[in-house]
């Protein structure tokens, strides 16, 4: 009996980190729609704004704010409208968490 609850908690650990893993894999591929204007990894060219290892609050709240019209933009606040606030989220995550 041990041996099969050792066996069901690795299982249920196995499951859970893929499901991590997954989640991450998804967050990095819906960040890289963002490469063509913010640059790979968030490093942008000069003319358009860096968005690595920004503050995630002020990611979020930029994010936020094109979602809702409040910061007018020509594309920004199109784009921001087909995220979830979970994946808004998560994007403002990933890129606060990259190196400058």
């Known amino acids: 009996m041990k041996k099969f609850c050792c066996v069901m908690a690795g299982l ?12 991450a894999l998804q967050v990095r591929s819906m960040a890289a ?19 690595a290892g920004k503050p995630k609050d002020d990611l979020l709240t ?11 933009a020509t594309l920004m606040h199109q784009i921001a409208k087909g995220y979830s606030d979970t994946q808004i989220d998560q994007l403002a995550s990933y890129f606060s968490a990259l190196k400058k």
Do not use: R, Y
């Not at 729609?33 to 968005?51: I, Q, V």
């Open 62 to 72: 930029k994010m936020q704010d094109f979602k809702s019209g409040k910061k007018p």
């Open 33 to 51: 729609s963002c490469a063509a204007c913010h640059g790979t990894h968030g490093w942008a060219e000069k003319g358009m704004e860096s968005l």
């Open 12 to 23: 249920a650990l196995a499951s859970l980190s893929s499901w991590a893993n997954a989640d």
